[in-house]
DNA sequence: GTCTATAGCCGGATAGAC
DNA sequence: GTCTATCCGGCTATAGAC
């Protein structure tokens, strides 16, 4: 799988998460029409998670989000209670949906060290292509309520889980070697988030994503066996 | 070199770096005695770092600082000028203390196997007795102004040049085989941050500083050959 | 549905008493 | 050196016009 195939085969992931927005929190939306709705929610949320990664959520004002998204104080409110009713959606709506797609990818593969490498590449494909979803959820987590911190923490080890499973099933197949699986998933993680908490460097020295996916595929794969 | 003969080794790192504010920002600080400037000082930064790591930097108002210190406005005044001085004294004056502690561990190494391993704890060990100035560091840097965001970056660089050298300089001695050297380096960097920006994590599952150092240069050791 | 206007509060910063 | 009192601008949130 390369990136360029797998950018082709998907469009419109906001919009999609945006529509789930819509059908879930029918109550916090005062707007009724669903077209107008969804648009008017993706303008929102593209523009949070743009001013998020600029400065911080905390950071951002709601003055700011009106004039990025030009519209006024009171229609902001009519798409969502308070703003940080508007983290929590970014947080709960987007890791469920980027959960999902993982899943699916992975799933298509049988042998574990297909999977391991569908996940690494679906993982960062991802981050590639909704940057400001994952560096969000990432720098937002920590400053939560404790309530919405433990959804973040769950999907933080979810994905963790995912590749235990993945190397467990590759270590009774015996084409993987792994004494300490957990730890070995948990280092696994970071490195695919450097991808885009540190994607300053890698633009910079001109490192596209699927070359960063071959060497951390092959830096890990190294590692699996003794 | 184990984690509690570091620890017992080093006293005292906050108290170092204040009263290397004291000396370098003396115009910026309207208090004279060196002794009772050092103690404010320590309570502010400690203060600081640990109402930073809780909201983060912007979401920490002044009152807070206050509260958190015991000091009244008008006595926080006389140690800084403004609250973006506070958060680019911390950013440089930290970063600058910890490189030099770094630089110190890593040369009474000689061979290049023996200045990876200390490079890696080192960087572990410092992160366990001060955390909450690495995750400032890591936070923080994403929002500060570019002149500022400059330095941090050149940190973060500086750090991974020292594992360039340290890989190339392995390379020569044909102690190790890497391909790609500066992708190698790059990667560790992750590694050694997961510690502390995950101690949730490792907390959790009661794993020590000494066993993920342990882990992580044995698993990054497995990467260095052909 | 979207706007403008405004309430009410909290932020950073400073002046001047002690 | 440290404190209290205060300025004023910007913040979230809402009410009511269109």
Known sequence: MKFSDFKNHQTGFVEEICRNIFKEKSHSIKIKKEGLAVKNLMNIYNAALKLSSEKGFSAMSLRDLCRETGLSMGALYSYFSTKEDLLN?????????IGGIMKKYINEADKAE??????????????EIMPQWFIFFFM???YMVKSEQKKAIASE???EQIFIDI???GNRQEVFSIDDVTMTASVIKPLLQDWYLKRWKYTSRKIPVDAYADFIIQFIEKTLRR
Chains 1, 2 share one sequence.
Do not use: D, M, N
């Open 89 to 97: 959606i970014i947080q709960e709506q987007g890791q469920q949906f």
């Open 114 to 127: 297909e999977k391991l490498r569908a996940a690494i590449r679906v993982h960062l494909y991802l981050s």
């Open 140 to 142: 937002e987590a920590r």
């Open 157 to 159: 080890l979810a994905t």
């Open 167 to 169: 190397l467990e099933e």
